[in-house]
């Protein structure tokens, strides 16, 4: 059980994370699952709804941190249109792996998340995007949609209410920007994933032109705790603009890698020596990249700072989606580099000149820096092509191909130098 | 209205303007590639980067709305230093093959190259190197050029509507790709290598047979339709090397048809010499033999004459005054597609330009087969749908649009008395009437629920009716324009500025023919008939070729057989074998002269190329031919030809402004009304199966027939000669295959190919071999072959 | 599985295919399920099939093979019966899966794009599967095989070539 004492919490999305067979309809219920959901379709509307969710300070866990409640405010009304709530469960972000919990250990949370979220923006269609390699999870969210249509939670006049809304699951075939929303919306429109450029928003002109919410599995897993806590409660978890419990997927250098759900704040070192183990080898890692593969590197300096949107950013990298790659002092950047180089060239959808170009001209040259084969010119010109794509391009995959690059050659010139052909004094 | 600041001058532009186009539209340079005024925006290319006072990074101008108080940079070092890198990022791939490349000295790619590029690439790696791909014989492709901008997708999407090209694979794998059987599907295809910024999508004629700096730009019109486009003739040393569309013209793109029809300008089939017949052979000779010969064979003797359209409005005239002075009782037929030359309540021409047809609340094609005959216009249609405004169809065959009718509907020829007549029953019970229903109607028993498609639309603020030659070239068809002129008098479309009358005409110079021509009219099929039984000595064919086109085709090689025939013309073509004389007069790229389109949009052509042989200007021509035969000479010089349209044609008075230098772009030349053309319809029992014959802009008109490119293309568009609907078949208890059409006394065997998108009781022909024959028919019976 | 005859859906699969286009606003939004499903019965895509699949949707083809060659999951080509996918991706390769990669090449004797004699299995390097605490992972038919090691993946090689389940 959440506390409803706010100093008290440590967990929102991964309260009944180790309940056994919690995808089940009745024993998730067992756990407060739907619980408070008729409370919701009969007390609450959509301002209520929307002003909770503002109040909480929630922020979307996908990467960006853009505000949950702000983002639904702009979602405008009788339109004619439908409206559509699309759940991004493509979890593609090098690191990440924590919706995939969320989905197969406790579906019927993000169920009762999309169901309340759904009725705060009038939606009567949902989706929830799952990339395609989650086939198992795939399976146990759409047994469990099954359930909830069979117990009237989905579907016509949901509990008895006015309330209709149908959810549907889609899985991406193996294609990492379709994580990228407009990109989702594409794919999802049975097209390839290739995003669109802003504006229009989604809000306003989003799947099949319609008003469309696109948010994350964790996004949309915190709103029932929300709903029936409150917003002053949430936004009394963690640090003010930073609220809540955030899932952190911890790989790499550590001895127990996995999800952690942490109240907002906490610090990086608390994280690795507390949760995860320690690390492999050493006292402080030598980087960490703390929001997934396309956020820029923290050092061993930056080992206390808490984990909070804000102090990351001021560290110089982004929370993002709390994919946190732990690498200690045995770990060969350069070949870390190239290897991120190839992933971010593989999965460019192509349309942007810098982009297409770029990470395939980046990952060449890394190729060759990484075998030993590179000069004091590839560096220049590695500097060039990695700067010049970050921010040109439509959607935000550049500059996260770029992070990677311009970090190792921020921070560790050195390591570069040492695998160049003619080293340099 | 939002105002903003470009490079700190402060500019004003409509609310919702990209960046970019701000910037056009007050002269300010922004390089780009993807961006096209005619196609979405994609914002791929990045090219267009600009800052944007306030903004951490440079934004693409061309998807950033404009925002007021807005201040854009589009000149710094930054920006500089991008573009730069830009242009290197797209060379990495791209081959170093300038020197080789057609498009080089016309390439954006080069251009910027030299603008914002480095000067020195310093990739080393392999380069991409993609395949090249078959589209067919008017585009080529060199992908290895491909920049990836997707014009060419989009095009192909949202123009031709055909979607046949595409993106496949993703990153720098990456390929632009069109899914092809023979070639691209487009009757626009030709654009693709206009619109392709870079070296990738060529015009494939003309690869690698001229450099565009070679070539000298002529401005004319093009008259392989009546749509009339802006054309840029562009010509090496006289010779006709390219068409494209005119950089400021009326419409952004051109068919296939008065692109490709250039190799025709330099065929064989060209006429650029006067001949006269020696026993089986026609043999160059001089001006002043041929002209002799003519005359023997026209002096004193009973003359048809028969002439295309699509000359020059100064040609025309000379006719009418070479037919008045010398050959005043004489037949003169124009129309090779009409049958009935009863007056027309609206006689060919549109009232309405293309731009306010794309605006109307309504539209609806009365039986056209608009792509291929006016396929400009066709697209006009297409973007409108494009835009959310409906299009109504009515015909006896699912033409293919590439894009979607808002309703549509198949029916006979012979039903349209029946549709009309249900359209006015139904405006009469909504109080819509017009003087003159009730006898209409009284001459009808038949009903169609197709009338209710066009009621609906007619109910409308504006509508623009676009009678096509379904019903132009019908037997009855006075009666029906009539009809059709009155449920339009109903519904409040007659009136002046909301006139929504359009008779889709079958060639250039439409809107004039009827105030020029009209009391001359006569039946073609007439005069041929005339002739086959041996009322006339000569026919005089002034750039007809009525056995190629339209629906007489049988009557006039009858015809032919048996007069002598005096050619005059730009293409011998099929005529050749029939000519006893032939006068080689100028095409109307080499002409200075006036053109009027089926909107009544007039173009004066003052840059002609120069003549490639000893051919001579029409009027030229048609006055040494008055000379010749002994009369006073009308007009010697084309101010005298143009003083003598003023005063054959008071509609013409305005061109005296034009000729004298005045602006042409707003001036439009009424067609003609006839409000006392009132023929009612007549209640004929029909027998058999109705025929329509099929047209093929690849090989309609003597100049396609003449150009190798649009016939290759032909081949390849083609359909069976015979097409029915399987329930046509399956009602007659009969099985695909070679069966035998009987029309009146004749018979004759065809392989009958079989179409779900004709109208059931209806023979479609195509005007190839012996089908062509049936053309003329308006019934015929289907049996089972042998 | 894939044969010369020109591919067909089952009645079966037609009547799920028309319940799928139900649940979107537009047909083409069911093109990703479908061709999921056109894999499933035939294995993987050939032209034939994708024009088949344009047909049913009331798609152009053009549109199909825009998919089809943008998502990695969709085949064009054959592949063995167990396709055995590695993450090579930062935490995988951290904890040593360029080895374990190099390791089951070795074993199967196969390298990327082939299939092993006995059609069992094709191999490929994958970006990552989103599965990080359990690097390195490696995907047989999209399930998950954490913590992999190149004695467990030689172990269920070994199970599969000798008929047993996995
Ligand atoms: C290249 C790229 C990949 C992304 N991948 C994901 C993803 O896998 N899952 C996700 O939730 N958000 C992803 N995002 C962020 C989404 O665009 C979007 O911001 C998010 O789904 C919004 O949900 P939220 O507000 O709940 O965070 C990605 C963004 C980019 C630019
Ligand atoms: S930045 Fe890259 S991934 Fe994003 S839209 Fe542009 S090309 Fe596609
Ligand atoms: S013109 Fe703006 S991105 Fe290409």
């Not at chain 1, 056994?20 to 301002?47: I, Q, R, S, T, W």
Request: with cysteine; net charge negative; aromatic share 6%.
């Amino acid at each position: 059980m959440i506390s409803s004492d706010p100093t008290q919490v440590t967990r929102i999305c991964f309260d009944n994370i180790e309940v056994e067979d919690m995808h089940k309809l009745e024993v998730a219920k067992k756990h407060g699952a739907y619980a408070f959901l008729p409370n919701v379709l009969k007390d609450f509307d959509a301002d209520k709804i929307i002003d909770e969710v503002k109040t909480s300070g929630l922020r979307g866990r996908g990467g960006a941190g853009f505000p949950t409640g702000l983002k639904w405010s702009f979602v405008p009304r009788n339109t004619g249109k439908p409206t559509y709530l699309l759940c991004n469960a493509d979890e593609g972000e090098p690191g990440t792996f924590k919706d995939r919990d969320i989905m197969r250990f406790d579906p019927h949370l993000l169920i009762e998340g999309m169901i309340m979220s759904g009725f705060a923006l009038g939606v009567k269609d949902a989706y929830i995007y799952i990339r395609g390699e989650f086939l198992h999870e795939y399976n146990v969210m759409c047994a469990a949609i099954d359930e909830a249509y069979a117990a009237n939670l989905l579907g016509e006049n949901i509990l008895g209410s006015d309330f209709s809304m149908n959810l549907v699951m889609h899985r991406g075939a193996g294609a990492y920007i379709c994580g990228e929303e407009t990109a989702l919306i594409e794919s999802l429109e049975g097209k390839a994933g290739r995003p669109r450029f802003k504006p229009p928003f989604p809000a306003v002109e989003g799947f099949y032109g319609c008003p469309t919410v696109v948010n994350n599995v964790e996004t949309l897993a915190t709103v029932p705790a929300i709903l029936e806590y409150g917003g002053a409660w949430h936004a009394a978890i963690g640090k003010p603009n930073n609220t809540g419990c955030k899932i952190f997927s911890v790989s790499g250098h550590v001895n127990k890698p996995g999800n952690y759900e942490v109240p907002m704040g906490t610090t990086l070192r608390d994280l690795i020596e507390n949760y995860c183990g320690g690390l492999q080898h050493g006292d402080v890692p030598k980087v960490v990249i703390p929001g997934g593969s396309s956020t820029p590197w923290l050092l061993g300096e930056h080992y206390d700072v808490p984990l909070t949107y804000d102090d990351i950013m001021k560290a110089g990298s982004f929370l993002g989606s709390g994919a946190i790659i732990v690498m200690d002092e045995t770990a060969d950047l350069v070949a870390v580099t190239r290897r991120l180089a190839h992933f971010y060239a593989h999965e460019s959808c192509g349309q942007c000149t810098p982009c297409r170009e770029g990470t395939g001209w980046v990952e060449r040259i890394m190729n060759r820096l990484d075998a030993g084969q590179g000069t004091e010119e590839d560096v220049k010109v590695l500097f060039d092509a990695s700067t010049h794509m970050a921010g040109r391009t439509i959607c935000a995959l550049a500059e996260g191909a770029a992070a990677p690059t311009l970090s190792l050659l921020k921070f560790f010139p050195k390591d570069v130098q040492a695998k160049l052909v003619e080293k340099s004094s | 209205m939002t105002e903003l600041f470009i490079n700190d001058e402060e500019v004003t532009v409509p609310a919702g303007t990209s960046i970019l186009e701000a910037c056009r539209s007050n002269g300010v340079e922004v390089p780009y590639f993807c961006y096209h005024p005619e196609l979405s925006v994609a914002a791929n290319c990045r090219m267009c980067l600009v800052e944007v006072e306030g903004w951490p990074k440079p934004a693409a101008s061309c998807c950033t709305p404009v925002a007021e108080g807005m201040k854009v940079v589009t000149e710094t070092e930054g920006l500089e230093k991008d573009r730069a890198m830009m242009m290197e990022y797209l060379l990495i791939n791209h081959p170093l093959d300038c020197p080789v490349c057609d498009q080089g000295g016309a390439c954006k790619l080069q251009d910027y190259a030299v603008d914002h590029g480095m000067g020195k690439g310093r990739y080393i790696e392999a380069k991409r190197i993609p395949t090249d791909k078959d589209l067919g014989p008017f585009v080529n492709t060199c992908m290895t050029r491909c920049i990836h901008c997707t014009r060419c997708v989009r095009f192909a999407d949202e123009v031709a509507g055909t979607g046949d090209m595409g993106v496949l694979n993703r990153g720098d794998h990456m390929l632009i790709e069109g899914v092809v059987e023979d070639a691209l599907e487009s009757e626009l295809s030709g654009n693709l290598s206009d619109i392709c910024p870079v070296g990738a999508l060529l015009d494939k004629p003309s690869h690698d047979v001229s450099r565009p700096w070679e070539m000298t730009r002529h401005k004319s019109t093009c008259t392989q339709c009546p749509q009339g486009c802006d054309i840029e003739i562009e010509s090496r040393d006289d010779e006709v090397m390219r068409v494209r569309p005119a950089q400021d013209g009326v419409e952004p793109w051109i068919c296939d048809r008065g692109r490709f029809v250039y190799d025709a300008f330099r065929s064989d089939n060209r006429l650029l010499q006067p001949k006269v017949r020696q026993g089986n052979a026609l043999k160059e000779t001089t001006w002043d033999d041929a002209i002799a010969k003519s005359v023997e064979l026209l002096k004193d003797k009973r003359v048809g004459i028969v002439f295309s359209p699509d000359w020059s409005l100064e040609g025309l005239t000379a006719i009418r005054l070479l037919h008045d002075v010398a050959f005043e009782d004489c037949k003169v037929a124009f129309e090779l597609h009409r049958r009935d030359t009863r007056p027309f309540a609206f006689e060919e021409g549109l009232s309405m330009s293309t731009k306010a047809i794309e605006k109307a609340d309504q539209v609806v094609v009365l039986g056209s087969d608009l792509r291929q005959r006016l396929p400009i216009l066709m697209q006009r249609l297409r973007k409108r749908i494009n835009g959310g405004k409906p299009v109504t169809r009515i015909g006896s065959m699912y033409y293919r649009t590439n894009t979607i009718m808002a309703a549509d509907a198949l029916i006979r020829p012979r039903d349209w008395a029946a549709v009309i007549a249900s359209a006015m029953v139904q405006l009469t019970e909504l109080g819509k009437l017009a003087a003159g229903m009730d006898a209409w109607l009284e001459n009808v028993e038949a009903r169609h629920d197709a009338g209710k498609l066009l009621a609906d639309a007619l109910i409308s603020d504006s509508c623009a009716l676009l009678v096509g030659e379904e019903i132009r070239s019908h037997q009855d068809a006075a009666a029906l324009i009539h009809g059709l002129d009155l449920l339009m008098r109903a519904a409040g479309h007659a009136e002046e500025g909301k006139d929504g009358r359009n008779l889709l005409p079958e060639g250039m110079n439409a809107q004039l023919l009827s105030p020029m021509f009209g009391d001359l009219r006569t039946s073609a099929g007439d005069l041929f008939d005339a002739a086959s039984k041996g009322e006339l000595d000569t026919l005089l064919l002034i750039g007809s070729d009525p056995v190629g086109d339209g629906l007489f085709s049988k009557q006039a090689k009858a015809a032919l057989e048996k007069v002598d025939l005096v050619q005059v013309s730009s293409i011998s073509g099929d005529m050749g074998q029939f000519a006893n004389v032939q006068l080689p007069a100028s095409a109307y790229s080499e002409v200075e002269g006036t053109f009027v389109n089926m909107e009544g949009r007039v173009r004066i052509a003052d840059n002609p190329l120069r003549s490639l042989g000893e051919e001579r200007p029409m009027w030229k021509v048609m006055m040494r031919l008055t000379q010749a035969l002994g009369f006073e000479v009308p007009a010697v010089s084309l101010a005298e030809i143009r003083e003598k349209i003023l005063e054959l044609s008071p509609v013409l008075t305005e061109l005296a402004d034009a000729w004298s230098g005045k602006d042409v772009q707003a001036m439009f030349i009424p067609s003609a009304r006839n409000r006392k053309a009132t023929t009612l319809p007549v209640t004929a029992s029909m027998q058999g199966l109705d025929i329509v014959s099929r047209y093929s802009m690849y090989r309609e008109g003597a100049w396609a027939r003449a150009s190798d490119l649009l016939s290759e293309a032909g081949r390849i568009h083609a359909m069976d000669d015979v097409i029915v609907h399987p329930d046509t078949l399956a009602n007659l208890n009969l099985e695909q295959g070679k069966l035998v059409v009987v029309a009146g006394s004749e018979e004759a065997e065809y392989e009958v190919g079989l179409r779900t998108d004709v109208s059931p009781g209806v023979i479609f022909v195509s005007k190839r071999g012996t089908a062509g024959d049936l053309s003329n028919v308006t019934t015929a019976e289907l049996k089972g072959g042998q | 599985m894939s044969s010369s005859n020109q591919p067909c859906f089952s009645e079966k699969r037609l009547a799920e295919i028309e319940t799928l286009v139900k649940r979107y606003p537009s047909a083409k939004s069911a093109l990703m399920p479908v061709l999921y499903m056109a894999q499933e019965d035939f294995g993987y895509l050939t032209m034939e099939t994708q024009q088949m699949i344009a047909g049913v949707l009331g798609l152009k083809i053009m549109e199909v093979r825009e998919v089809v060659t943008f998502y990695t999951m969709f085949k064009e080509q054959p592949h063995g019966k167990y396709l055995l996918e590695v993450c090579t991706n930062a935490s995988c390769m951290l904890n040593g899966a360029d080895e374990l990669y190099a390791q089951m090449k070795e074993t199967l004797g196969i390298g990327p794009g082939e299939i092993t004699e006995d059609g069992l299995f094709s191999i490929a390097e994958v970006e990552c599967a989103g599965a990080c605490a359990g690097a390195p992972v490696v995907q047989v038919n999209n399930m998950y095989h954490e913590n992999a090691t190149a004695e467990s993946m030689g172990a269920l090689i070994t199970r599969v070539r000798a008929g047993e389940a996995i």
